[in-house]
């Protein structure tokens, strides 16, 4: 079990009762100062235990993905219209063309959060269309395959559940004063290792050029962590102000190295995810995977307002 390890990633944990996500340049500052702290603080080895990374390329994976969506997207960010999806699984038409990610706790098995890349031509991503791109910025892209990270949601009050039951040492216990720019501190942790998957599988295919909409203010913590991103257009209001930004995926953290060496080995050491189809093998032939007898006690939400695991508890036998 142990030889396995790498699957596993822990980001150290700052309290947190908030529900919502950080919102303001004062929260992204302090989130930011916490992650640079405790990356100063040589805590940087946490990436690899706590939270456990799934490609989603099964349908009860997607349903896991997509119910995720339904929860930050229509029922509490409220930017999209929940009785549209009476499944209580969010989608559009791009998931058709896109990987989709997973996170959940290992102390708790619940699931934490989600991300999409949406893989094809650069005139077909949802940035093209939601954005003006300057060309000029990137001609020098091939644009046979690049890909756009989208649909990032965390769910930071179950990070906050997850917290309390975790067996971590290196944690920091949640209490009652926390606030917005703590939960920050803990999404920002676990965001980065949605990155950290998205980009190795990215390296996998040969996907070089990736694609961010974000706020400029968010892009600033991005770049201070050593992920090199750079504007390709204007502001464009979407959900507030957000700009596109391009990553280079094979040279885009050169940075990194030089200011938090020991993130960078982690952040690049490979395998950051683990297929989810190994789960449902593991479950069917009983072959032996990474750390499986963790993978059948895993627990899925018990949300009212949507059966978020109906589809995934079936790939364990009903557990």
């Not at 676990?190 to 070089?208: E, F, M, N, P, S």
């Not at 060496?261 to 479950?283: G, H, M, N, W």
């Not at 032996?288 to 079936?314: K, N, Q």
């Amino acid at each position: 079990m142990r030889a396995f390890k790498s699957f596993r990633y822990s980001f150290r944990r700052a309290p947190t009762n908030s529900a919502q996500l950080v919102r303001g340049k004062n929260c992204h500052l302090a989130t930011y100062r916490g992650v640079h702290d405790s990356l100063k603080g040589g805590h940087s080895h946490m990436l690899e235990q706590g939270y456990d990374f799934y490609l989603a390329d099964t349908d009860a994976g997607k349903t896991i993905h997509y119910g995720l969506r339904y929860q930050v997207y229509c029922l509490r960010e409220k930017f999209e219209n929940p009785a549209d999806y009476p499944n209580g699984l969010e989608t559009d038409e791009y998931d058709d063309s896109s990987v989709h990610f997973i996170v959940r706790s290992h102390a708790t098995g619940e699931w934490l959060g989600a991300m999409r890349l949406i893989v094809g031509p650069v005139q077909e991503l949802p940035v093209s269309r939601i954005s003006s791109l300057d060309p000029a910025h990137f001609a020098a892209a091939n644009w046979k395959e690049v890909a756009e990270a989208s649909r990032l949601c965390v769910l930071a009050s179950k990070i906050s559940r997850s917290d309390s039951s975790s067996s971590s040492t290196d944690s920091v216990r949640p209490h009652s004063g926390g606030s917005p720019c703590e939960s920050g501190f803990q999404i920002s942790w676990l965001a980065l290792g949605l990155i950290r998957a998205a980009r190795q599988y990215c390296l996998k295919h040969g996907i070089v050029h990736g694609f961010f909409l974000i706020s400029d203010s968010l892009a600033r913590m991005v770049r201070r962590l050593g992920i090199d991103i750079e504007p390709v257009g204007s502001p464009c209001r979407h959900r507030g102000w957000r700009r596109p930004y391009i990553h280079n995926v094979k040279t885009g953290c050169r940075a990194m190295a030089v200011r938090y060496p020991d993130l960078y080995d982690a952040f690049c050491r490979p395998p950051a995810y683990i297929p989810f189809s190994e789960v449902e093998k593991t479950r069917q032939t009983g072959r032996y995977i990474p750390y499986a007898d963790d993978l059948r006690r895993t627990r899925y939400p018990s949300e009212s307002e949507t059966d978020l695991g109906a589809v995934a508890r079936a790939a364990f036998g009903g557990r």
